[in-house]
């Protein structure tokens, strides 16, 4: 920390002694008129005839990333938000007084201006020769040591803003993570949906099963809840009159952190009038296989070493085969509750024992012994009615419902069913689902929404809804094996 303290306190003496000359520290009137990565790419193929013909001065503005000292020159590269660039600053071209300043008092991380035209060295490498250069930012912290950068795993979350800096990796990946929700967007509006928002914060928290966050409306005098799934709001939109709806929200969630959760995250949720289940597989297929293309140019991508293929169709497996078949579950433990409880102590799965429900103890099951199994894209069909409290019963077994989850590379990455229009089934099973619920279960509210069983009576369509976790998503599409490598700021623990 000493140490630390130390350069800081030169940082900081040597900016006042830069002001004191009367040079601003953080002007802004600097206009830069072109980008490091646009230049490397407009001009890869030319060679210094060709650029000495440009005869263009060209304006950059970046963060000094690099410093090559050789008396009286220094080679540097400065960073934009498009890529890098060198520049080199010879005391010939800047003047005597001028580069002198600059040694004395530009740092590496320094955010600065330059001005010159463009060359390349004998080593082949587009470089811009500096005629003139100006401090636009001076950085108090100097940046992590160049050859170990910032490493520390929580340090990097913690601190994003260097991370980004530092890691050419990190910023590609919320890159694509914008081009992800841009695709996302374009195909959705391109399909005749209609992007949609609704409450981030409910009187009452649905549309899935978690434990909510909680606050308090003065005005209204009333608790409010940061909301877990917009499902029902979009439903009512659905009676409303709009058929075909989308929203890119955010869902908050009061529960652990991980490699696979964060408190806050972000959610697609889509419904479509006059549609079934069926049909989100085969609009879904389409949506993430032409991602893939449009990312990669290819519906095979590589995740964690293993090749995903995402050329449709995908297959299919009912959720109870799937539980026998791939999860190694015999059929006859299946049939009672007991028989799971052993089941699952004999190969340590931790499940509740007072769970009353028997198809909840068979979802932890299916969690442990099926989902991390399922590498390629798999729809997982048939779930049970009493983990499905919002889809429409299967027509030929009521037992089950219209509903699928799609696993790719071990984790569940949408979640979509027929709806449930009926307000008398819906009501029924609201309350079964309170009835059954284990008093101290924090992830059942215990009030029913009059609300939204109001607007079923007055009748929704036919249709299905979906729900995709983009940052699974680009977890998937990014090679990314935590959500925290692709929320930039994940929420953490506080610094001891």
């Not at 080199?88 to 530009?106: Q, T, V």
């Not at 800096?165 to 081009?179: A, D, Q, S, W, Y």
């Not at 052993?342 to 799965?349: K, P, S, T």
Request: aromatic share 10%; glycine share 6%.
């Amino acid at each position: 920390m000493k140490e630390e303290s130390a350069v800081l306190e030169a940082r900081r003496k040597k900016a006042e002694e830069f002001e004191a000359l009367g040079y601003p520290l953080f002007p802004n009137d600097f206009k830069p008129t072109d980008r490091a990565g646009a230049l490397q790419e407009l001009y890869r193929d030319y060679d210094n005839e060709a650029l000495s013909r440009l005869g263009d001065e060209f304006r950059l503005a970046g963060r000094l990333m690099s410093w090559r000292d050789f008396g009286k020159a220094v080679f540097g590269h400065i960073q934009d938000s498009s890529g890098r660039l060198q520049v080199f600053f010879k005391r010939d071209e800047l003047g005597e007084e001028a580069f002198k300043l600059f040694k004395k008092y530009i740092d590496i991380g320094d955010i600065i201006g330059v001005e010159g035209p463009l060359f390349r060295t004998k080593t082949g490498e587009l470089t811009l020769l500096a005629r003139k250069v100006r401090l636009l930012t001076k950085a108090f912290r100097p940046l992590p040591e160049k050859f170990h950068g910032l490493r520390d795993t929580e340090l990097r979350y913690r601190m994003r803003y260097v991370d980004l800096i530092m890691n050419p990796r990190v910023r590609e990946i919320f890159l694509t993570r914008t081009r992800i929700i841009q695709y996302i967007r374009d195909y959705f509006t391109s399909h005749g949906f209609l992007e949609v928002e609704t409450p981030m914060m409910q009187p009452i928290p649905g549309g899935a099963t978690a434990r909510p966050f909680k606050t308090y409306h003065h005005a209204l005098e009333r608790e409010l809840y940061l909301r877990i799934a917009p499902e029902l709001y979009l439903k009512r939109l659905l009676v409303g009159g709009f058929e075909r709806v989308f929203e890119l929200n955010r869902n908050f969630r009061n529960e652990g952190v991980s490699t696979q959760h964060n408190p806050e995250f972000t959610m697609l949720e889509f419904y479509e009038a006059y549609a079934t289940y069926e049909d989100l597989m085969v609009r879904t297929e389409e949506l993430l296989s032409g991602l893939a293309r449009e990312l990669y140019g290819t519906t095979c991508i590589v995740y964690q070493g293993q090749t995903i293929d995402l050329t449709p169709p995908w297959p299919r497996i009912p959720y109870r085969k799937a539980l026998v078949e791939i999860g190694g579950v015999p059929e006859e433990v299946l049939e009672s509750r007991e028989r799971v409880l052993e089941f699952a102590a004999e190969r340590g799965i931790k499940v509740d024992p007072r769970e009353p429900v028997l198809q909840k103890l068979w979802a932890k099951l299916f969690d442990v012994l099926v989902e991390p199994k399922l590498l390629q894209p798999t729809f997982v069909t048939e779930f049970p009615v009493e983990i499905s409290p919002l889809a429409r019963r299967n027509d030929r077994d009521p037992s089950i419902t219209d509903r699928f989850e799609l696993i790719i590379a071990g984790r569940e990455i949408a979640n979509a069913f027929s709806e449930l229009n009926d307000p008398r089934d819906q009501r029924a099973r609201f309350e079964e689902q309170i009835r059954k619920r284990l008093a101290d279960d924090p992830e059942i509210h215990p009030e029913i929404d009059e609300d939204f069983l109001r607007a079923l009576e007055y009748g929704m369509p036919p249709a299905a809804g979906e729900g995709i976790g983009i940052d699974r998503l680009v977890m998937l599409f990014t090679d990314a094996p935590s959500i925290r490598e692709v929320i930039l700021f994940p929420h953490l623990r506080p610094e001891a």
